[in-house]
C-alpha cells in the first residue's frame, strides 16, 4: 500500500478546518464522534471511498455508516425515509442511531456495498458535527481500525493502525459512548434492530413501540444475504484468545480456569465489571475493571481489550454482561469477540 503521511492534530477550530478541505480533496480523516472514531471519506466520490476500504483492509461486501450533519442533508444520500425512520431521527438526531434507508443512485456502490439501502446518522459530538458542517459533504466513515480489530475510542488507537495510511486524525478525546450506533431497519414495520448499539432498545420503543432484534446466527464467511453484511461473527475482536463466561456459575468457572491458566505458566487477562473483579483478584493475574455500570463499561470495553493486548497476555477470560439497556450491545460485542463461550449454569 502506498505510504501516506499521518498527522496527529489536536482538534482546534483550525485544524477541524484543515481536515474538512482534506475531506473535500479526496482524502481520508479520522475524526471522534460520540461511538468511536471514524474514518471519513466524501461519501459521494467513488475514489475516496475505495481508499477507506484499502486504508481498512475491509471486505468490499461490507457496507459502511454515511455521516450527515444534519437530517436536512437526508434528501442527498436517501430517496426515502419510512413514517417511522422520520419519528426515529427527530427523537435520537443527533445520537448514536443509525438508520438504513433506500439509497439515492448518486450515493456510489462501494459505500453501501451493492446494496439498494444505505446506512445514515447524525452523529452528536462537537467535532464531529463542526467537521460535518464544514466539509459540506455527506461523510462515509466506518470505525477507523484496521478490520476485524476492535473499534478505536481514542486518537492513539486510530494511530496505532491506520499510520501511514491516512491523511490525518483529529484528536478529541476518548469518545463518550464507546460502542458503536444501534443499526436499525426503519422501513420494516415493526422496526427491527440489526446491530445493537448506543441507543438501546427501550429508548428505541418508547418512540415507535416493540421492536424485534435481528438474532440470526452468523457464520464466519457466511456474510451473503444477511440483513446487516458487516455483522460477521468475529468483528470487534482483540489479538489474543477471548474466553466468554455465561451464565449463573459464571464467575466460578472463570475463576477455576484463571487458576489453571496461571498455574500452567499462562499470561491470562481479565475483563469484568466491578463487582466480579473484585471477587477474582487473582495474585498474577492482570484485572481491567470495566466499571461499575453499563455506561462506564461500555466506554471502557475496546479501550480495555486493547490494553490487555498490549500487556501481552496470551487469553482474556471474560465474564458476560448481564442486564437491559446497553447490556445488550455490551453481550452482542463480547460474543463477536470470543473465539469460544463457556456457558456454566
Ligand atoms: P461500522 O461503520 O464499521 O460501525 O459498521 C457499519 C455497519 O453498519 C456494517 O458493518 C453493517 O453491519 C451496517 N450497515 C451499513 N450499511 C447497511 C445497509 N445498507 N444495510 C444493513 N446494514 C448496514
Ligand atoms: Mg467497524
Redesign the pocket.
Known sequence: MEHVPTQLLPATPEHIALAAEVLRRGGLVAFPTETVY?LGANALDADAVARIFAAKERPAA????VHLSGAEQLPLVARHVSPLGQALAEAFWPGPL?L?LPKQPQVPAAV??G?D???VRVPDHPVAQALLRAAGVPVA???ANRFGRT?PTTAQHVWHDLRGRIEMILDGGPTPVGV??T?V?ASASPVRI??PGGVTAEMLEAVVGPVTVEQRAVEEGGAHGL?????LRTHYAPRAELVLYRGRRALNALRTDLAAALAAGRRPGVLAMDAEAEALAAPGALVYRLGADLEAAAQRLYAGMRWLDGQGVDVILACDVAGGGLGLALRDRLSRAASRVVIAD
Open positions: 471514524g461490507d457496507p459502511l455508516i443509525t438504513v453501501t456495498a446494496l439501502t444505505v446506512a466513515a466506518p470505525s473499534s458503536e450506533s443499526v431497519d440489526l446491530r440483513p446487516s453484511p458487516g455483522l
